[in-house]
C-alpha cells in the first residue's frame, strides 16, 4: 500500500511540476477513524497528502462534472467505469482528463467494522495487509478485512481500471471474487406482498438527505426531478409514498448507467441499501441487452437508444 | 436520629429556593423513578439497535441503554419534526367552509427524553432562541412541545473522537437546558435537579453523598480531558462579518462538498425548514419539512435569481451562519453544540473543526 502511495504521490507531483494539468483529485487521510477526504491538489506540495487505502468509498468521478481546466484523477475499476460513461454522455472530455488507474482491493465497509464492536468506541484503525487493527479505551482487536468488504466489492467483476493514462502499480486481481447473480435483485424470487414488505423496511428509514444522489456521479441533472416543482413529481416529505417516489424514480433514471460503485449506500448516513433496486435493474440490463455500462466510451447506454431489434419477450404481449 | 433527619429535611424545605440537593439512586432502584416519570410523561431513551443509537419508547428499567456515546440522530425530531402538519382545509373551492385554513389540536403529549446528552439539550436552549424569538408571536407547535417535555440529561463519562463540546461553550456534563443532570457512577446515578419540574421527581431520593458529588466531578474532569481536537473561534468572533466572509480559505475548503443535507439534518441545531401546501381529492394541508442551505434552490428566488448559486456560497454560508450569524442575532448564543454528528455522518468526512480553524487564521 505503501508504495502505491509513493507511487500516486510521485505521479501527481510530476503532472503539476510539468504544468500538464491544473488539478490532481485523489484521497487525503480522514479526520476520524476509517475515513478519506476527498483532496484536490493544485500544486507539487500539496500531492504530499494524497493516500490510498481501503477506505475510500468516494467515487471521484463525480468532481470531475463541470470542470473547464485540464485535471487528472485517481481511480480504480469502478471510477474509471464511470468515467467512461460522463465521456460517453458529453459531460466529460476525454482530452481534458488524466486518468491515473490504479486496481481495487475492494473497499471496507465502516459500519461492519462498527458492528463487529458493538457499543465501543473506535480511536483509531490501522490497516494491515489483510487485517485491520482496531483500538480504543481498553481494548485491540484484529478484523479481517474480507469480513467487512463493502457489499458492491465483494461481486465486483471490474477491479482494474478500464481506461486510464497511467497505472498505478500492477493490474491484479478482476474480480471479489463473489457470485453477483447470486446476490444481486434479493427480491427476484420473493411473492407481490414480501416484495413490498421488504421494500417498506429498506426505506423506512429515510430522511431525504439525498446523500446517495450528491454521491453519485450519474446524478448531474441542473434541476432534479425532486426539486422540480412545476409538476411537482414527488413530494418533499418523509411520507412513505414520497420515499418510495424520489428511492425508485432515481433507480430508474440511473438503469442501464449504473456501475454498482456502492458510493450511494457508503453515503447514506442511514445505512440504507438502495442498491436491492439498482442491482436488479443492472442484472436486468445486462442479462437482457447485454450491456455493462462504462466498458466503452462510444457505446451508449441500452435505455437512451432504441434499436428496431431490441428485445421484446418481457414485454406483455 | 429519627428527629434529627426530620429537622435536617425542614430546614432544606426552608432553603429550597436556594439549593437544590443533589440526589443518589442505585440503577437497579430506578423503576420507582421510571413509573413516577410515566405518571405524566411518555419516557423515551436511546438504545442500540445493530450498530445505530436511536430514540426509543421504554417502559421498564431495564430498557435503559447506559453504554453509548450519543444518538444517530439528534433528539430534535422529538420538538421539530421532519415532516409537520401546521394547517388543514377542506380543498373545496365553492363551499361556504372550504378552503380556510385552520390549524389542527396540538394534541401532542408530555414526553420525558430519558439519557438525552447534554450537547442535545443545550441545542433545544438555542432553538428556544429560534423559535421563540418573537414572545407575541412564538412558533407555536415548538412551544407547545417543549413546555410538554422534560430532560432528564446524562452527562458523557467517555466523549467519542468527533466530540469537541468544550469548544463552544458546552461540555460533557453541562447542565443548560435540562431538568436533571445525572452522572453515571457505574452501579449509581448522581442526579442534580436543575429546575423546579425536575427537583419535583427527585423529592423521595436520598441526598447524595460528598464522595459520589467528588467522584462525579472528578469524571466530569476526566471526560472534559478525553475530547481529542476542539476548535479555536476568537479570530472568528473578533473579526468583522464581511472580513471572515471574505477569507481566501473559502475557495480551498468548500471542494468537496456535495451539497447534499446530511449535516443539516443530523444537526441538532439546524431548524430550517421549507412550507408547502399539499392536497389530496378534497383534503387539503399546510405542511412542514426539514430544509436544507446546502441545497441548490434553498434561496431560489420567484425571479430566477439564486444569491447562493455557487457551492462555495452555500459551504461557506452554513460555518458562517452557526459561528457568526447567530450570535449576533441571539445575544451571542452559537449554532453549534459539539456533538460532531456532521463529521461522522458526513459523507465525504467535511469536519467541523477543521473548516472553523482553518479560518479562524
Known sequence: ?317 | MFTARMTLKNSCLSKRKLIMLEKIIFKNNLEMLLNKISREYEVYAPARVGIETVWSLVTKADDLEWNFTNTDLSPKGFLFPQTECMLEFKNIPRSADGMILKRPELKEGSKALFNIRPCDAKAFSVLDLVFEQDPQKPDVYWKDKREKTLLLGLACNHPCPACFCTSVECGPHHPQGLDILMQDLEDRLVLKPLTPKGENLLTDLDQASEQDINLAAKLEKQAKDMIQGGLGLENIQAGSILDIYEHSAWERLYESCINCGTCTFYCPTCHCFDIQDETRGTYGRRVRNWDTCMSPHFTLHTSGHNPRGRRIDRFRQRFMHKFKYMPFKLNGALGCVGCGRCTQKCPVNIDVREVVNTINI
Open chain 1, 1 to 317: 500500500m505503501l508504495e502505491l502511495i509513493e507511487q500516486i504521490r510521485d505521479n501527481a507531483r510530476q503532472l503539476l511540476e510539468e504544468g500538464k494539468v491544473h488539478c490532481v483529485i485523489g484521497y487525503r487521510q480522514g479526520s476520524i477513524p476509517m475515513r478519506v477526504q476527498p483532496h484536490f491538489a493544485y500544486s507539487p506540495e500539496e500531492t504530499d497528502k494524497m493516500t490510498w487505502s481501503c477506505f475510500c468509498t468516494q467515487n471521484l468521478a463525480k468532481y470531475l462534472i463541470g470542470r473547464e481546466e485540464p485535471t487528472a484523477i485517481l481511480a480504480q475499476g469502478c471510477v474509471t467505469r464511470n468515467i467512461a460513461g460522463l465521456i460517453q454522455e458529453n459531460q466529460v472530455k476525454r482530452e481534458n482528463i488524466y486518468i491515473l488507474g490504479i486496481n481495487s482491493p475492494g473497499m471496507v465497509d465502516y459500519r461492519k467494522v462498527q458492528s463487529k464492536l458493538p457499543g465501543r468506541v473506535i480511536h483509531e484503525v490501522l490497516e494491515e495487509n489483510g487485517h485491520l487493527l482496531v483500538r480504543g479505551p481498553g481494548y485491540e482487536e484484529k478484523i479481517l478485512k474480507r469480513d467487512v468488504k463493502r457489499d458492491n466489492c465483494y461481486t465486483c467483476n471490474h477491479r482494474n481500471p478500464v481506461i486510464y493514462d497511467q497505472l498505478i502499480g500492477e493490474k491484479g486481481e478482476e474480480t471479489g471474487g463473489g457470485n453477483i447473480d447470486k446476490v444481486a435483485a434479493p427480491w427476484e424470487n420473493l411473492g407481490p406482498d414480501q416484495r413490498w414488505a421488504k421494500f417498506q423496511d429498506t426505506f423506512k428509514d429515510c430522511i431525504r438527505c439525498y446523500a446517495c444522489r450528491d454521491a453519485c456521479p450519474l446524478c448531474y441533472c441542473k434541476e432534479c426531478f425532486v426539486d422540480e416543482s412545476k409538476p411537482q413529481w414527488c413530494g418533499k416529505t418523509v411520507d412513505e409514498s414520497d420515499v418510495h417516489t424520489f428511492h425508485i424514480l432515481r433507480a430508474f433514471h440511473c438503469a442501464g448507467r449504473c456501475t454498482d460503485c456502492g458510493a450511494c449506500e457508503s453515503a447514506c448516513p442511514m445505512g440504507i441499501k438502495m442498491r436491492r433496486l439498482t442491482s436488479k435493474i443492472e442484472k436486468d440490463i445486462r442479462q437482457m441487452f447485454g450491456f455493462s455500462p462504462g466498458l466503452d466510451t462510444q457505446e451508449s447506454p441500452p435505455l437512451s437508444v432504441y434499436r428496431p431489434d431490441d428485445p421484446e419477450e418481457f414485454m406483455l404481449k
